[in-house]
């Protein structure tokens, strides 16, 4: 029996699991304030808030897409990392959404909570491992590389957090375990920090890990549905190698100059 493969799948299920018992056990009341991350928390050295607040959801629909998240991503990250590096980048892309949030939110009464900036972080890991891998958006439902996906959805965070909106999202939290999961893998990995400094996105253009390869299901309702995904899928392959190209000439002129 291969017990390391069991222990790995029920490491990220225990992870699931107890967001949801708490989600569903720890009444909100003036208790959430002891384990919320608040600045004013961080200032009185209450430190487990910088973990306790990522089991903390403030609604079933905010635990479910996190915990489908993590289910989602997860299963192929910790398959690739292993349990204890798994754990790491999980509660280090936390943490480290906490820090980024708390940087800039200093003298803010506003607590936050939420595993969200965790499981940014294992996306974020996801990509870097299978950026060839294929997902299917739901709204517009169209087929994005994970790389590709996953740039665009910094990308929104950002413009999120700096433009005027007030959405009552952490985006910094977000941000802040895309960045360290990043980090942490690339730097993991044996790369420089010069290195990743100077071609940042190098490590989305390596080949999808042959053992851990995604196939996603091409079913559809109707063949004519099944026939247009065909067609879409054909013309992203011709557009991402034209990209490739290109970006291959640029590595090349780097190089000369």
């Known amino acids: 029996m291969n017990t390391r493969h069991k222990f790995d799948v029920n490491c990220l299920q225990i992870l699931i699991g107890l967001n ?22 961080i200032k009185s050295l209450k ?38 590096r798994f754990l790491t980048l999980y509660f280090l892309s936390g943490i480290s959404g906490a820090l980024l949030w708390l940087l800039f939110n200093w003298n803010s009464r506003v607590p936050v909570i939420g595993a969200s900036g965790a499981v940014f972080g294992v996306m974020m890991a996801a990509a870097l ?58 730097l993991s990995s044996g790369e420089s920090l010069g290195a990743v400094l100077k071609h940042p996105l190098a490590a989305f253009n390596r080949p999808t890990h042959q053992s851990l ?32 190209q290109a970006t291959d000439v640029m590595d090349q002129e780097d190089k000369q100059a």
């Open 20 to 41: 949801v018992l708490i989600f569903f056990l720890l009444p909100k009341s003036g208790f959430w304030w002891q384990v919320a991350l608040s600045s004013y928390g």
């Open 129 to 186: 491992y299978f950026p060839e891998m294929r997902i299917m958006l739901l709204i517009p439902p169209i087929p994005l590389k994970l790389r590709t996906f996953v740039l665009i959805y910094a990308a929104i965070e950002i413009f999120s957090e700096f433009s005027a909106m007030q959405s009552g999202i952490a985006h910094l939290a977000h941000l802040g375990g895309f960045l360290a999961a990043y980090l942490y893998i690339r």
């Open 47 to 84: 430190l487990w808030q910088l973990v306790s607040y990522q089991f903390l959801h403030g609604s079933l629909t905010h635990l479910c897409f996190n915990m489908w998240g993590l289910y989602l991503f997860g299963r192929y990250v910790l398959k690739q990392m292993g349990t204890q």
């Open 213 to 244: 390869s995604y196939r996603p299901t091409t079913g559809t309702p109707s063949e004519i549905n099944r026939k247009t995904f065909e067609i879409i899928m054909s013309e992203i392959e011709k557009l991402e190698h034209e990209n490739s």
